[in-house]
């Protein structure tokens, strides 16, 4: 199977700790900020052309200005997991953090449609989320690959990631919109409770992505993440 993986080097972000920690605000303009892509719920056996699967950094569409975090797909499988992660330093050590994520994403999906398996839009679940450990993609004994945190599956969080919305973007005409337009969107964590506990050096994984109920092709570009840590143990 064809892995889509990013070797970059993490790279400290570069604000001191407070009361309430650091606040991260990644916009993607000059690259793509030691973010990583990668894939999951999908067979590994699986033939890889058929599910589409590209991830990068580049320019956003030619109605919107700058760059961005770009992920594709076509759910094959009807579980496919799409995501970005990147390793925060930083924070205290072993310490639990209330951890809040703003999403602008640009999505060429209006609201209201009707799909394979599900809406393009409304059942495509758009997820924030924090871990202790690296989440990563491995085999599991029925053969598919599966992340190694717990994001839950599709409509429902999971006890390293929350759902805050879907792709259906409330930006777009349904009646004019022929999927070639993105708008902006912007979806956040607040008051959903993520949380999630540093390891001994103060360091954390925070990712981002969309796990699909809809059997057909998804893209959508990350403009910005911003996150922010509230120290809470």
């Keep these: 199977m064809r892995t889509l993986a ?16 650091p606040v991260t605000d990644f916009g993607f303009d000059e690259g793509p900020e030691d973010w990583v892509a990668g894939f999951a719920d999908y067979p590994a056996d699986g033939d ?3 599910f589409e699967l590209e991830a990068d950094w580049r320019a956003l569409p030619s109605n919107l200005d700058g760059n961005a975090l ?18 925060i330093e930083g924070l205290e050590p072993n310490t639990q953090y209330s951890v809040e994520v703003s999403i602008e994403l640009a ?6 449609l009707v ?12 997820k924030a989320g924090a871990s202790t450990d690296e989440p990563a993609t491995e085999l599991d ?15 429902e969080g999971g006890d ?43 360091n954390l994984w925070v990712f981002v992505g ?20 509230e120290r809470t143990g």
């Design 6 to 21: 990013f070797a970059v080097a993490v790279a400290l972000v570069g604000v001191g700790c407070s009361s309430s920690g």
């Design 48 to 50: 890889p052309e058929i």
């Design 70 to 87: 770009y992920i594709q797909g076509h759910n094959r499988s009807d579980d496919l997991w799409m995501y970005w992660k990147r390793a």
């Design 107 to 112: 999505s060429n999906v209006p609201e209201g």
């Design 115 to 126: 799909g394979i398996g599900g809406s393009p839009g409304e059942s495509v679940f758009v």
């Design 141 to 155: 004994d029925q053969g598919w690959l599966r992340l190694t945190v717990d994001k839950g599956n599709q409509a």
């Design 160 to 202: 390293d990631a929350v759902v805050v919305g879907t792709i259906a973007n409330p930006n777009l005409d349904p009646e004019t919109a022929d999927g070639t337009v993105y708008e902006l969107m912007t979806l956040d964590s607040a008051g959903l409770g993520l949380t999630a506990t540093t390891d001994s050096s103060g």
């Design 210 to 229: 969309t796990d699909s109920g809809f059997e057909g092709p998804t893209a959508v570009y990350y403009d910005r993440i911003e996150i922010i840590f």
